[in-house]
């Protein structure tokens, strides 16, 4: 997400889907398929509101993405079959999507995630038994 203020806008760069969209329309936001970004006259009343906004997202995103780094490099990463993603969901973990690995908030809960993982493997091989 970036913003760029030129003589007469306010122009945001946002993802495609971005959830922060809908916020933006609601302020009043336009699209400019021309250059690929959301804007707002600078007079607007609302531009204050939106440069907030923005910065409040561009500061959550970095602060996701610095749990993600201390994560990965507390070794934190788990892999998980997506069958049993609710464990990883259930224990705070975050989706690697790069990596395609979950990340644990601390080591004791990839010990927890790795016995409740292998828990859910024996029930499932137990019952791929009984059905044979």
Known sequence: MEINETLYRVEITVRYGDPIIDQLKELGCRWDGQVRVWWLSRLDPNAAQVRELVERGTARRNNFARECE????SGL???IPYRHRQIAKQHGGIWD??????LMPSMATVELV?????????????TNHMAA
Not at 70 to 73: E, N, Q, S
Not at 117 to 126: P, T, W
């Open 70 to 73: 201390r994560r990965r490099a």
């Open 77 to 79: 990463a788990v892999t």
């Open 97 to 102: 999507a790069t990596r395609k690995q979950w």
């Open 114 to 126: 790795q016995s409740r993982l292998a828990e859910a493997e024996r029930k499932g091989s137990d």
